[in-house]
């Protein structure tokens, strides 16, 4: 009752004029970022953060929410028809997508993947509606203590979700907490590493480090690479899927949205890996798994699904516990923070407008995006057709502008370039740069209630072991660091012997 | 593991213990009333033992060979072109920066004729002036054409 009550409030606030607007302007851009290679939403979330951020929080959320989940629907269209995925989340579609594209089914491979999207983004908002709320209620009970495990597991399972080496994720997690140091100590009020630099004494900001770790750093790995874009020359018709398309989606709609929610909601799991496991869940499901791969609708309709249900899932644990599951959530519990609001268990108690009205503005973006996406993708089109080489320099611009105007400040953009230059190094040797944002978030809010749980105990750790929650988060990170060790057996027992 | 791991490796390392020395002057206090030292010295102490453990992993693993650094000319001049856009962007004010900026990565690192680049630069210096500052009310330097 108090859900479709809290929803009720959300709609007066996302369908204001205002909202709207926002909104628009979000699933708009998400999708276009979707369909363009070369720029992922953490990217371009990071690239309208400045801007945005002149609003007042609900609208801005919603507006970058609806970024997120429009790149979601935007990505499959250069899959289908380009073979190249618009961003990661989309990889997957490109196996069944682009092979239905070439035997002249374009339209209902779009056409699947719009409404599955729709249906998901909607079952997942759904979900979100009634488990944000029951999360938080629950959350309330938490401590310092809790809450520190809370973080130290979240941060373990995104290093041990990454997709490369779990040690350099590690690493690159600490690298983030050290980072996040940077400042006034909130205690004493002593500078640390500012080396009287005035731009570092209220720490490193969120915004130029990530405009710079994932919009610079992905620009200049792109710069001068040649994208082969041969787009599909057929005409693309009928969009509207066929009675037998329907008959073989509904199912793997159905799970890609389940396990997509599901997986979201963990910490750690983005979009990328749930989609795969979702192929993989539909050629097992499958009476002809072989076919996978050769323009089977269900390898479209799962993935895309699943995809846009991992992006409103991902909204359960940053909302409710304050813990983001990801870098995009990560950069959002950023902004929201710069507003003075902090995600948690009270964000739905103390700002109800802003929890409800993002809420209630998915389901209304969700229909926008059904609306925008099929009409649009002849434009989509075209938009592909702008050389990377011409797009480049105007998002570099976007970005410069973009972090000189948060403090009208020039020492912003030196640190974006900082951090853009050490981005592109990053990928270069392998290093993940998600564990890092997530690290710098989480940092100073991890050492507040590390100090205040020591000085609770009077200086003791059993306080972490005494807790059944705290002592359940710590195994679970244990797992997360152990599990991987034992994979390495092997290689321990050749350095031993 | 990729062979430049070993010097990844290194370089946090050492990058470690020069941030323990730091977090130590800083004042590491007690575990009852912790100093703000103690958790930037413990981030980096884990920090060390990590890269530590990654150069050793690099002893006994089988090391692939790591990304290709193709194009890297262009690259640097993109961010020659980005940092030279900082520093002079409060002297010279964003609308002749921005112009610059844009004109140089299309005709030098693109090699667009000189003419569109031009043309190009022109338009969308214009166009992020008027979004904004005009629109968005940014407050971009106006630098010394400005004045």
Redesign the interface.
Known sequence: MEAIAGILQGFAVALTPKSLAFCFVGVLSGTLVGVLPGIGPAAAISLLLP?VL?ADPASSLIMLAGLYYGAMYGGSTTSILVNIPGEAASVVTCFDGYQMARQGRAGPALGISAFGSFIAGTVGVVGLMFLAPLLASFALLFGAPEYFSLMVMSMTLVTYLSHG?Q??A??MA??G??LG?IGL?A??A?P??TYDILVLRDGIGIVPVVMGLFG?SE??LN???TMDREILKNKIKGLLPSRQDWRDSAMPIARGSLLGFFLGVLPGLGPVVATFLSYGLEKRFSKHPEKFGTGMIEGVAGPEACNNAVATGNFVPMLSLGIPANAIMAILLGALTIYGIQPGPLLIKEHPNIFWGLVASMYVGNVMLLILNLPLIPLWVQVLKVPY??L???I???C??GS??LN?N?GD??IM?IF??VG?LM?????EPAPLVLALVL?PM??DN??QS??IS????FIFFNRPLAVTFLLVSLCAVLFPLFR?RP?LA??AG | MINADRWTGLFFLVFSLYVCFESWRLGLGSYFRPGPGFFPFYSSLLLGILALSLILFTFHGNLEKGESWANLGNILLVCLAMLGFALLLDWLGFLSTAFLFICFLLYVVERRGWLFSVGAAFLISVACYAAFELWLKAHLPAGILGR
């Open positions: 801007s002149r080496s040690l350099k590690l690493m600490a690298l907490l050290i140091c100590d205690v004493t002593k640390r590493f610079i620009v200049l710069v001068g690479a080489g011409i480049y320099p105007i570099l611009l976007f410069l502008i000189y105007s009208n020039v953009v030196i370039w853009g230059v592109f990928k270069k040797f392998q290093l940092g991890l050492e590390l100090r020591l000085i009077g200086g003791s750790f390495l290689l050749r350095i």
